[in-house]
């Protein structure tokens, strides 16, 4: 599995961002208000927490274009925790104002990048030289502008489906399934090996522990699973030593701040 080049990202978030606005023109202020897929978290508060995401991912670009990093949210976890129940309850003209501000300002850091044809290298390289651009460090994660892209992916493209609106992970492309796979692989505990059966692909082995289960079914389902949501197809079937067999039990989402949703 390959990691996706940057022109693709760019390409996903523009999507991804498309996605999200447009799903939360839809909502009323009644909708806001309604519960999210996420427990004890209205609408309102995943609005809010994907206005906050994109500005804070979009500073964090900000401050790499200057050869500086900084914090993922101003004040930190507490900051972001407090700035999203203080949004959680505007109406929805303000969230979508919010959202779509945010929204613009991240994909023009983005956009604002060098030509990633130009750009080599990445994490963990030590190059000076191609320290920039998409490969510059970032405090997300100790890692690079690269990162941060595919972290504002996944937040898009799962935070609009908890919105709860009919468009759930069984809308999720099979590159950000296969991307979501590659990242929760850290979800499977020591003692676990799953192997990965997605309808119709080639299988996929994560973890190295001797236990083995065998889960089969839709890609979207699986890659729902692994993120901590519903399944949306129903497809999924667990299997160990050829038996039926339940679902193995994950750890915690590998957060870049403490209890990341």
Known sequence: ??????????????????????????????????????????????????????????????????????????????????????????????????????????????????????????????SEGTRTGWHAPIAYRGGVVLDGGLALWRELTIHTSDLATGRGPETWSRPFCEHLFEFLAARIRPEDKVVLQPLGLPPLSIGGGARTTVVNGMITDIAAWLAGREPTLGSLRAEAAADGADLPDLLPWPAGTPATR
Not at 40 to 60: E, F, K, P, S
Not at 91 to 99: G, N, S
């Open 1 to 126: 599995m390959t990691s996706l080049a940057p022109d693709a990202l760019l390409a996903e978030l523009h999507k991804a961002a498309d996605v999200a606005a447009s799903t939360a023109a839809k909502l009323g202020d009644e909708d806001v208000s309604a519960p999210s897929a996420l427990p004890d978290w209205t609408r309102g508060h995943v609005l809010a927490h994907l206005a906050g995401i994109c500005n804070a991912m979009a500073r964090q670009l900000e401050y790499a274009a200057r050869g500086e990093t900084i914090e993922l949210y101003d004040g930190g976890y507490e900051g972001r925790t407090k700035a999203i129940e203080l949004a959680a309850g505007h109406p929805a003209a303000q969230h979508l104002e919010d959202l779509r501000t945010a929204l613009d300002r991240a994909i023009t850091a983005f956009d604002s990048l060098p030509d990633a044809s130009a750009a080599q290298g990445g994490s963990g390289d030590g």
